[in-house]
């Protein structure tokens, strides 16, 4: 979360918006593409990812084939990274200015980051 929010930032992406991945699904912030990938994104991260081809055909009527495969792509990539940090207990480095009131919103503890 910290990697990626600080990198959203620095893309012009305000924090408003990181806060409304929190709860995308009712946030008028948020493209209908942008929650289309959110919601795959929380599906792949499942412990048993979720097998649901309405979702995946969901997806699709916003995002061409390559984009998909670059949006699978990161979701995998991002699962992998959390679970090797946590593993070896790398935490959060905060680069995010406002990363702990995203941990607060989310209710995630800093040490479980």
Sequence with gaps: MDAKASGASQLGVIH???????N????DLLTEPEKAAIELAAALS?????DNE?????????????????L???????????????CFGVSALGRYSKLEELFKIANINVRDA
């Design 24 to 27: 995308y699904q009712a946030s």
């Design 16 to 22: 408003d918006k990181l806060v409304a991945v929190l």
């Design 46 to 50: 499942e412990t048993r990812p979720a």
């Design 54 to 70: 309405i979702l995946f055909r969901k997806v699709q009527r916003h995002y061409g084939n390559k984009q998909m495969v670059a």
């Design 72 to 86: 699978a792509l990161s979701i995998a990539l991002e699962n992998f990274r959390s679970r090797f940090n946590r």
